[in-house]
């Protein structure tokens, strides 16, 4: 494909509504990530998979976030409840393996605005 | 805790002036170090890492692990050079990346 894709590319929610949002990453890419990036900060790790495992979790910043990959292909982050502290720029890369040297690619982002 | 500074949140220069942009980390282990830049309205993307030794437009960033910075150079800026930039570690043993706050670059004609 062209690149990591993310949809929507923006999402506004209204507080307590449930998002889910969407990645697809680039065919045969073996290890996912999510991050998340708040205005005028740099993206701050969430998640990690390396095919459909979900390897670390340990920047999800509270358990209203989960996020899948059931088939090690396109993966989908929730987050219940939404909060104005959620409102950020979300970010999913991939790599083609598990390698830390690769590059990882990145998706255009979705920007989700909590009112 | 695993930390990238990048101090500076805004470098202006004329072009064809040296640039510099500052990356320092707190890691006392062997990190992988990258360098991501962001041109406007478009993605995310991989400018160089240390491992490579590289120069990519005419960019380079040297390790200093007595420092541990990696600091970004460029001899002559460029008005294409105007992005946002930022500097990544990967811990050894993790995956993920720790990204700086990023310095926006801006080269004035």
């Known amino acids: 494909g062209a690149g990591v894709s993310q949809s929507p590319r923006y999402k506004v929610a209204k507080r307590g509504q449930d998002v889910a949002l969407r990645c697809d990453p680039i065919s045969g890419h073996v290890s996912l990530f999510w991050y998340q990036q708040a205005l005028g900060q740099g993206p701050e790790f969430l998640t990690y998979?390396?095919?459909?495992?979900?390897?670390?979790k340990s920047g999800l910043p509270s358990d209203r976030f989960f996020a899948e990959r059931p088939e090690g292909s396109v993966s989908t982050l929730k987050i219940q409840r939404t909060q104005q502290e959620d409102s950020a720029v979300y970010l999913c890369?991939?790599?083609?393996?598990?390698?830390?040297?690769?590059?990882?690619?990145f998706g255009q982002g979705t920007r989700l605005t909590v009112v | 805790a695993q930390r990238v500074t990048q101090p500076e949140k805004l470098l202006s220069v004329f072009k064809g002036a040296p640039v510099e942009l500052k990356c320092n980390y707190s890691?006392?282990?062997?990190?992988?170090l990258f360098w991501y830049v962001q041109y406007s309205r478009q993605r995310l993307q991989l400018l160089l890492r240390h491992i490579s030794r590289e120069s990519i437009k005419g960019f380079t960033a040297d390790l200093n692990k007595g420092e541990t910075s990696f600091h970004l150079k460029k001899p002559f800026a460029q008005e294409e050079d105007s992005a946002m930039y930022y500097c990544?570690?990967?811990?050894?043993?993790?995956?993920?990346?720790?990204f700086g706050t990023g310095t926006r670059l801006k080269v004035l004609a």
């Open positions: 998979f390396q095919n459909e495992a979900q390897l670390d």
């Open positions: 890691y006392s282990g062997s990190p992988e």
């Open positions: 890369a991939s790599r083609p393996d598990r390698g830390r040297r690769t590059e990882a690619f």
């Open positions: 990544a570690l990967t811990p050894p043993g993790t995956y993920k990346y720790i």
